[in-house]
């Protein structure tokens, strides 16, 4: 870990974001666009809200677990019934309760996001060791989070290869990612649910996905609600191993480790696991590229795009290509094209399109990710100056979604709960660190 001068204006004005998206157990990502609590937004609020108030960063954890699933699974969003005209599929579209293992006392949808949780339960109790002792935090949410591992392990790794496999592209987190566009291609865009755009209230269409686009994922939706959600659909047409999916899941497992020592338990199984979706993500690597790739698990094959998802390994001890990886990061691809923060696609590809969500534009909550892995692979200088583009940038333009990578030019809403928390993370001495 470095130690980072404060910016005490960035994190005045990101508390106050922090503060005004509260709703009493948790923060929404944005109060407009995204009237809901989603899973892995709550992970990286909690990251830097523990700084502020590590009281209120567990009480977002323990909303969001409130939703879980009997299974083990986390949910992608629990509703707020009050606001369900506001975001489409909401509650009315799920109708959660109505499938077995879903909590009958609250609403959610049946999709998941990347496993970023155990590692936020781990930072939160090293914000106030003590209160979170009083609280039993750990205690109450450790087979919590190991059910949600086991339910990734084992529901979710359909081609066997020891990866956990997204079925939607929303479980990424990179909705419309280049990534997933080839095998969208044998989706049909035909839902039968009639679909609205509320979002576009809140943003303009050139930054959103396209209705097209949005007709496939309600279709996707729609087939795996009607199966009830059950991961055993053998003709689902969408299961990818999404490299950043599966190292948030082997980064959270350390977390558990460090968690089951803190409560007097053997933490040997969750490195073992780490260790073995590591050694796993290899099979994703692509020379040319020189970065991990996801891969479409009914074909085997690999999606040959170089984009945010395939530098997320680079925060894993023990990485096997890790030099090149790092070398990528910083080459013309990406942070080497002059970019102030990092692009979420390949600065050199054709289709690049800095102002369009995940399709290049730089998002804040990747820019903390790839500061911290540049500073635990010992790039304490290139880590510092992304971290004091990603302040400058929040501060600067009301705490964005996302922005052009090379101009800054901002994107999507403001306030955005994980932008202004994580800029609070990475101006705080005791921030950017793994574990």
Not at 399 to 422: C, D, I, K
Request: charged share 20%.
């Amino acid at each position: 870990m470095v130690a980072l001068t404060g910016n005490s204006s960035v994190v005045a004005l990101a508390t106050a974001v922090l503060e005004g998206n509260w709703k009493g157990s948790h923060t929404l990502p944005a109060t407009g666009l995204y009237p809901h609590q989603w899973s892995w937004d709550s992970g990286f609020i909690a990251m830097g809200l523990r700084h502020i108030s590590p009281d209120r960063a567990g009480q977002e954890i323990d909303a969001l677990l409130a939703g879980q699933w009997a299974d083990g699974r986390i949910p992608q969003i629990v509703f707020d019934q009050h606001r369900d005209q506001d975001y489409s599929p909401g509650a009315a579209f799920w109708q959660s309760r109505s499938i077995a293992g879903a909590p009958d006392d609250v609403d959610t949808a049946g999709l998941v996001q990347p496993p970023n949780h155990a590692w936020a339960v781990w930072k939160i109790h090293q914000s106030d060791p003590d209160e979170s002792n009083r609280r039993d935090f750990l205690a109450r949410t450790y087979p919590q989070l190991v059910a949600w591992h086991r339910y990734l392990t084992v529901r979710r790794d359909r081609g066997g290869n020891g990866l956990g496999a997204i079925v939607h592209p929303w479980e990424s987190g990179t909705d419309n990612s280049p990534l997933w566009d080839g095998v969208l291609t044998e989706v049909p865009s035909t839902a039968k649910t009639p679909f609205e755009r509320p979002d576009l209230l809140h943003a303009d269409s050139s930054e959103r996905p396209s209705n097209r686009e949005y007709g496939k994922y309600f279709w996707l939706a729609e087939r795996y609600r009607d199966h009830q959600c059950d991961d055993a659909d053998a003709g689902y047409p969408f299961l990818v191993e999404d490299p950043m999916f599966n190292t948030l899941h082997a980064v959270s497992e350390l977390a558990l480790a460090r968690i089951a020592e803190e409560l007097g338990l053997d933490g040997a199984q969750h490195r073992e696991r780490a260790a073995e979706i590591t050694e796993a993500l290899e099979s994703l690597w692509d020379d040319e590229l020189g970065c991990y790739l996801a891969r479409d698990v009914r074909t085997g094959r690999l999606i040959r795009k170089a984009t945010i998802n395939g530098l997320a390994p680079l925060l894993l001890p023990g990485l096997k290509n890790a030099a090149t990886l790092l070398a990528t990061l910083k080459g013309p691809r990406f942070l080497g094209s002059g970019a102030m923060l990092v692009p979420s696609y390949d600065a050199t590809a054709s289709d690049m399109h800095p102002g369009l969500y995940w399709r290049g534009p730089a998002w804040f909550n990747m820019a903390w990710l790839m500061a911290i892995a540049l500073i635990e692979a010992g790039d304490t200088e290139t880590g510092a100056a992304l971290s004091a583009s990603l302040q400058k940038l929040a501060g600067e333009h009301g705490f964005p979604e996302y922005v052009n990578p090379w101009t800054g030019q901002p994107h999507g809403t403001r306030r955005f709960s994980w932008t202004a928390a994580l800029a609070i993370d990475a101006a705080h001495p005791a921030g950017l660190s793994l574990l």
